[in-house]
């Protein structure tokens, strides 16, 4: 399972967000709205003019690598699990010119990297201009490179 920031591959799409919560999978007809795997709505590309993720960010390059090393300390301490879980983020989907705001889960307990949140942004925004580029997402293992080629702003 390849994962930049927010971004995650799935089966035959790019989730924004943690897959088994509260997410968005970018398919190739539509951006799909979920929490885990239950469908909460499916969106046409042609409607939608913008996605807007808001969640906490870092200057730290591997936060998740420093979250998993803490909370396995505190999970040592405890002897249990101490039922620690990463706040939502939102993002906001413009959809006919409303938007609507809605969780998303992250995959870890602080911020993402900076620079991964920014190419998260630069792809999605990317691929609404560009139509013809979201057939990538059917299989979605590049976009991850391209996600990362574009917070360098080399892309």
């Known amino acids: 399972m390849k994962r930049y920031g927010p971004l995650i591959v799935v089966p035959n799409a790019l989730a924004l967000g943690d897959p088994g919560r509260h997410h968005l999978r970018l398919t190739p007809q539509a951006v799909i709205i979920r929490r885990g795997a239950e469908g909460q709505g499916i969106v046409p590309w042609d409607r939608v003019e913008g996605i807007a993720l808001d969640v906490p960010t870092t200057r730290f390059r ?8 803490l909370l396995g300390a505190l999970t040592a301490a405890m002897l249990s699990d101490p039922g620690i ?20 889960s992250r995959h870890h307990v602080g911020g ?7 190419g998260a942004h630069r792809l999605i925004a990317h691929l609404i201009a560009h ?5 990538l997402l ?10 990362a080629q574009l917070a360098r702003g080399t892309g």
């Open 62 to 69: 591997l936060p998740g690598f420093f979250g998993t090393v």
């Open 85 to 104: 879980e990463p706040d939502d983020g939102a993002v906001t989907l413009t959809v006919d010119g409303e938007s609507t705001t809605l969780p998303l």
């Open 112 to 118: 993402y990297w900076q620079p991964t949140v920014a």
């Open 131 to 135: 139509p013809e580029q979201r057939a």
């Open 138 to 147: 059917a299989h979605p293992e590049p976009l991850i490179d391209v996600a």
